[in-house]
C-alpha cells in the first residue's frame, strides 16, 4: 500500500523541499572570498539558482576612534558616509562578478563567469548585526540555502561563532566553507562579516 501512494505522490511533493531556487551568499569582500564565490556559482548553476550576494557592514564592530568620531558628525555627514562606503562595496561586488577580475586574481581559464552563466544575481550591502542581517535576508529572499564560510585556525574546528549562530537560527540549510589561514582586513577598508573561500569549482 505505502509503494502505491509513492507512485501515485505528485512529482512536485517529492522533489520541492529539496531544489535550490535562491541562495543567498554572504561576501565578506577579502581577497579570498573571489574563491568561495566560485563555489557559490557552482551550486547555482547546478539548480539554475538565484544568487543573493549580501555583505554587511557591521557599524557596532568598528574601532573604537571611528565610532567616537562618527558621534560628532551631523546626520547629513553620517547619511553621506553611509551612501559612500555602500556604494563603494556594491561596486566592488559588481567588479568582482566580471571575467577580466576572475582571470586576473584567480588565474583560472575554466572558471565560472557569472555574465556567461545567464544566472539572476542580486548584490545588497547593508549596515548593521551580521548575524540578524544574515538572518533576516535568508528569510525576507525566501531562499533555500545559505553559503558563509570561517577562517581554520589550529587545534579548533573551522565553525565560528558567527556561523554557530546562524546555524541554530536558521530556517534552512547552512554551508559553512573553510578558509586556510587568518581572517583578514576586506578590501573596501570596512571590517568585514565572517565568511568564505573555497577551491574554485571548475567545469568539465
Excluded: W
Excluded at 555583505?55 to 560628532?72: C, E, G, K, T, W
Excluded at 535576508?137 to 577562517?151: Q, R, T
Amino acid at each position: 500500500m505505502s509503494k502505491n501512494k509513492t507512485n501515485h505522490m505528485p512529482r512536485e511533493t517529492l522533489t520541492n523541499k529539496n531544489h535550490i531556487k535562491r541562495i543567498l551568499y554572504a561576501s565578506d569582500l577579502t581577497k579570498s572570498a573571489p574563491k568561495v564565490y566560485q563555489y557559490v556559482l557552482y551550486l547555482a548553476k547546478q539548480f539554475n539558482a538565484e544568487i543573493v550576494c549580501l555583505h554587511v557592514i557591521d557599524r557596532y564592530s568598528q574601532n573604537a576612534a571611528m565610532a567616537f568620531a562618527m558621534s560628532y558628525l551631523t546626520n547629513e555627514d553620517k547619511q553621506e558616509i553611509t551612501l559612500r562606503e555602500r556604494n563603494k562595496a556594491l561596486d566592488e561586488m559588481a567588479h568582482r562578478n566580471r571575467q577580466t577580475f576572475i582571470r586576473q586574481h584567480l588565474g583560472i581559464e575554466d572558471g565560472f563567469y557569472p555574465e556567461q552563466l545567464s544566472l539572476k544575481i542580486k548584490n545588497e550591502v547593508v549596515f548593521g548585526n551580521v548575524e540578524e542581517q544574515i538572518i533576516k535576508h535568508s528569510i525576507d529572499s525566501n531562499c533555500d540555502l545559505v553559503v558563509m564560510g570561517a577562517y581554520e585556525k589550529p587545534f579548533f574546528t573551522f565553525t565560528t561563532t558567527l556561523s554557530k549562530r546562524v546555524m541554530k537560527r536558521s530556517k534552512v540549510p547552512v554551508n559553512v566553507v573553510p578558509i586556510p589561514g587568518e581572517r583578514k582586513q576586506q578590501s573596501t577598508g570596512l571590517l568585514p562579516s565572517y565568511l568564505p573561500q573555497f577551491s574554485a569549482a571548475r567545469s568539465k
